[in-house]
């Protein structure tokens, strides 16, 4: 069946939902087999939890306002790369590129776009790593490639996102200088926690090795 990029043939907020939330679903459950697959395999688990979420319609506007477009749905479907959100935790930076790299390999996955913010932490301080693809989703019409952003990042950064996220909206963006001022801080502290955990953790599966 030929497969064609969500834009024709999407009526109605409804449908765009539908296929955007089916997206989400697919990509859910590849990882998760994964995960599966490389405990199956290795005795590892490199994902301590998946999270998924669609985006809100406020969210939607707003994203759409901000970035200079109007509210429409072939605006949304063509600038708004994050409706269905997947987000990936683990607990060692190796993690995050070791399942970047699964990812890329994924037959049904197009990667087109990839964000390191682990290389280039934002001014935020925020850090993660994003993976803009398209899955491929079967309809009884036909078959629509459908967009979905994959965050991967360790517990640690999860934290902090989240924390910065909540200041980020209870202050619309416009935090007090000394609350900006300590989660720059904490990203610091987080970044070398990571750092810290990732060297610990080399050192105990060395250790293994010679013991065994
Ligand atoms: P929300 O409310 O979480 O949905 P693109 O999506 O690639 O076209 P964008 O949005 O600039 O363009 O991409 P980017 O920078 O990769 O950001 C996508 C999402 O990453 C954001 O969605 C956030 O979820 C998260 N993110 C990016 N920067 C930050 C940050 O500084 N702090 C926190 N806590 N999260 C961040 P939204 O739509 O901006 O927000």
């Known amino acids: 069946m030929q497969s064609h990029i969500m834009k024709e043939g999407v ?15 697919i990509v859910t459950t590849k990882l998760e087999i994964l995960n599966d697959e490389f405990q199956h395999i290795h005795k590892y688990n490199p994902i301590e939890y998946v999270k998924s979420r669609l985006k809100t319609p406020e969210s939607i506007v707003k994203k759409l ?6 509210s429409s749905m072939e605006n949304m479907i063509e600038y708004i790369n994050d409706i269905a959100g997947v987000r990936l935790v683990c607990s060692f930076t190796s993690d995050i590129y070791r399942l970047a790299e699964m990812i890329k390999k994924q037959r049904d996955f197009k990667v087109f776009a990839v964000k390191d913010y682990l290389e280039q932490p934002k001014p935020s301080g925020y850090r993660s790593y994003h993976l803009l693809v398209s899955v491929p989703v079967e309809t009884s019409t036909g078959v629509v490639e ?10 640690a950064m999860d934290f902090w996102a989240s924390l910065e996220h909540k200041i ?27 750092a810290k955990m990732l060297s610990l ?7 293994q090795t010679i013991k065994e």
Not at 146 to 155: F, L
Not at 169 to 190: R, V, W
Request: charged residues 30%; aromatic residues 12%.
């Open 11 to 25: 009526d109605s907020w409804e449908s765009a939902m539908f296929l955007y939330r089916s997206a989400m679903k």
């Open 168 to 194: 980020y909206y209870k202050f619309e963006g416009n935090a007090p200088e000394y609350i900006s001022k300590d989660l720059q801080e904490c990203a610091a502290i987080m970044s070398d926690l990571d």
């Open 146 to 155: 459908v967009k979905v952003e994959i965050q991967i990042r360790t517990i």
């Open 65 to 70: 306002k901000r970035n200079g477009f109007d």
């Open 201 to 207: 953790n080399e050192a105990i599966l060395e250790a």
